[in-house]
């Protein structure tokens, strides 16, 4: 089975370096999103693909970050010149357009920003 | 603004016994609820989802309540068996508003024997 993949599950990074993130969907699902969770609080929305199309990007969402699904499949989540207010953890999580929407979480990518 | 609250940030509960958790929301147009569970390293795993036209859903031993008047949904777990020890987390959405989750803070469930 193939859940909801992510790599790398770790990345320490000092202050100002630029980092990237890949998640694999579960095949056929054809929504990817993609929440931020830091300590003590539930995940949050920062943005949503459907097929390569990026339909929603949260205020969150700054100029830093920028997310990609270019062929509809996985994606990108890289953040420039990072700071160290963006160490949390990026989940992703994808879903298919029925009637439900369930989405389903990937392991997480854990940052950490020295 | 946190629009899904968990006030309960911990519930201990002995094995075989209910465990309640409970989650209020703010917003009215929510119409689509979901429990998560989180294990420590791992992603959110999904459990059990109502729409805002029930009021009750059950799959084995959860069952999920939701109180539309009062804005008030609860995650009945029965009975609770030390592997369900985790966070659960409360979620929301808007159908037709995008397909974005918005998370309460969990609630950190313990089992004990």
């Known amino acids: 089975d193939t859940g909801v993949s992510q790599d790398p599950r770790h990345k320490i990074t000092k202050r100002g370096q630029n980092v990237t993130f890949r998640c694999d969907p579960i095949s056929e699902h054809n929504r990817l999103y993609w929440y931020r969770q830091t300590l003590g609080q539930g995940p949050e929305f920062l943005t949503y693909?459907?097929?390569?199309?990026?339909?929603?990007k949260s205020r969150l969402l700054s100029d830093r970050f920028s997310a990609e699904r270019p062929k509809g499949s996985f994606s990108t989540l890289e953040i420039q010149r990072t700071e160290q207010g963006d160490s949390a953890m990026y989940l992703c999580?994808?879903?298919?357009?029925?009637?439900?929407?369930?989405?389903?979480f990937g392991p997480g990518t854990r940052l950490t920003v020295l | 603004d946190q629009q899904v609250k968990q006030n309960s940030p911990s519930l201990s509960v002995q094995e075989g016994r209910i465990s309640i958790l409970n989650c209020d929301y703010t917003n009215s147009m929510f119409d689509y609820f979901l429990w998560y569970k989180k294990y420590p390293a791992e992603g959110p795993t999904f459990l059990i989802s109502i729409s805002s036209i029930k009021d009750k859903n059950e799959d084995g031993r959860f069952t999920v309540f939701l109180n539309k008047s009062a804005k008030h949904l609860s995650l009945h777990i029965v009975p609770s068996q030390p592997g369900d020890s985790a966070v659960y987390f409360c979620a929301a959405k808007l159908t037709g508003g995008g397909n974005k989750l918005t998370f309460g803070t969990g609630t950190q469930l313990k089992v004990e024997l």
């Open positions: 999580a994808s879903s298919i357009t029925v009637s439900t929407d369930t989405q389903y």
């Open positions: 693909f459907q097929n390569e199309a990026q339909l929603e």
